[in-house]
């Protein structure tokens, strides 16, 4: 994937983000008690936590481009509660899981209240919109089992949502909108000030598992005690998770900053972002800096590359583009045409069940993971921090009863079939490959 920044692909978070210079490469060898791989929401977290619970211990992160380089930088922008694959139909469990993941959000917050961070941070709620009579049925009915279960998520009419032909939309008032790439890199110095070693354009090429990790790249060779894989869809490459996560890319597009006659054309109301009821998920996001992000809503928003390449190497994205701009129209017909400024491609870590997995793997029990957020990451990647950060602590009991607690993925096929499959089902129906629990 090109850096995050460059022409062809950049993300327009850096529109709304500060200049950034990336922090020297690795250049020698390095004895360290945690190396923490990848530069994104997971590996950060991963290090203030850990860096802050145990600050004798020497940390080193280790990214293979820039900090927000991946999924973290790219993303839709919002900030959710829920964890993605999970319907929780008991009481008690429909208030663990949604006070367990807010407090992912809640982290978040932290890091912007404490550090003093411009990471286009709101948390005015966010919608999801229902878009046929028995999916609204079921959501207003969802509203009120977990408004009985102690949860404050609201029903809304369709026209708060602004899109159009919606039935109705369930708000929930904590989640909201960051700028992931503002956000990470406005951490790095807290990072360093913690004493955690940062090493950006560092990729790991080589990880030889024993009681000492031995890591190669190619600038030296970092030995570690532990190391934590927070490398979400470029997992597979470092040799993990290759039978059970998918890198599938994901398109989308901003408009150029939308003045405030347009954003009342639009409908939109006073909320961060919003996603439907799709199987190929419409979703959009009000940034800080006006701008409107969008994405999903057909095949086209999506593609997987053969042998699960992370890196999206199409000639003629064009395609993706277009059929993006066309259900932007579809569900903003109001607003008429809008002005498209910034077109770019992220890798998404998907599971079969859209369930993530965090845990601690390996002979000598010291690889930490986190990862198959499956689109649905910013906030349980915040949380993976702390989470990780436990377990490499002992404290196991905290997190047992989650979904997401050394789950076992399911497993793909592999390749061709992996690639056949995945061509054929979603031309034949139009969604994506799913496996139900």
């Known amino acids: 994937m090109d850096e995050i920044g460059s022409d062809d692909n950049r993300a327009c978070w850096l529109a709304e983000a500060q200049p950034y210079e990336p922090a020297p490469p690795l250049d020698r060898d390095e004895t360290v ?3 923490v791989i990848g530069g994104g929401l997971t590996g950060v977290s991963s290090a203030w936590h850990l860096s802050r ?9 280790l990214e293979a ?4 380089n991946g999924a973290s930088g790219r993303s839709g922008g919002q900030a959710l509660t ?3 694959g999970i319907e929780p139909t008991e009481p008690a469990e429909i208030r663990r899981i949604y006070e367990v993941t807010r407090s992912g959000i809640d982290v978040i917050a932290e890091w912007v209240q404490r550090h003093g961070l411009d990471a286009g941070f709101s948390r005015r709620g966010c919608l999801e ?3 046929l009579p028995r999916t609204a049925e079921a959501a207003h009915a969802r509203v009120e089992r977990w408004n009985r279960a102690g949860v404050p998520v609201e029903w809304l009419p369709g026209s708060a949502s602004g899109i159009d032909g919606a039935r109705g939309a369930l708000r929930d008032p904590t989640c909201g909108r960051v700028n992931g790439a503002a956000l990470l890199r406005g951490l790095r110095p807290v990072l360093v000030e913690q004493g955690v070693a940062v090493h950006e354009r560092t990729p790991v090429v080589r990880i030889e598992e024993d009681r000492v990790i031995r890591l ?3 600038g030296g060779v970092v030995r570690a005690g532990a190391v934590v894989l927070a490398t979400n869809a470029y997992t597979p490459r470092l040799g993990y998770f290759r039978e059970s996560v998918l890198p599938l890319h994901s398109h989308v597009i901003a408009t150029s900053p939308l003045p405030a006659e347009r954003w009342s054309a639009l409908g939109w109301g006073a909320h961060d972002g919003f996603a439907d009821d799709r199987d190929r998920i419409t979703f959009g996001c009000r940034t800080a800096g006006g701008r409107l992000l969008f994405g999903g809503g057909s095949n086209d ?3 997987y590359s053969y042998g699960g390449d992370p890196v999206y190497r199409a000639a003629d994205p064009g395609r993706a583009f277009s059929a993006l701009e066309s259900r932007l129209l579809a569900c903003f017909p109001a607003a008429g045409a809008l002005p498209i400024a910034h077109r770019w491609t992220g890798a998404i870590d998907l599971t079969l069940d859209r369930v993530c997995s965090m845990g601690v793997r390996g002979d000598h029990r010291n690889v930490y993971f986190a990862l198959g957020f499956s689109g649905h990451g910013v906030s349980l990647a915040a949380l993976a921090g702390r989470v990780l950060c436990d377990l490499y602590g002992g404290d196991h009991d905290s997190w ?3 979904p997401f607690y050394q789950r076992r993925l399911p497993r793909l096929p592999p390749e061709p079939l992996r690639w056949l499959g995945y061509q054929l089902y979603t031309r034949l129906t139009g969604r994506s490959p799913r496996r139900r629990g």
Do not use: S
């Open 82 to 84: 829920g964890i993605n």
């Open 400 to 402: 047992r009863d989650l």
């Open 65 to 68: 481009r820039v900090l927000g």
């Open 129 to 131: 919109v229902y878009t």
């Open 216 to 218: 190669t790249t190619p």
């Open 301 to 303: 928003a999506y593609a």
């Open 53 to 61: 619970r145990f600050p004798d211990r020497r940390i080193t992160l």
């Open 33 to 35: 008690d945690v190396a």
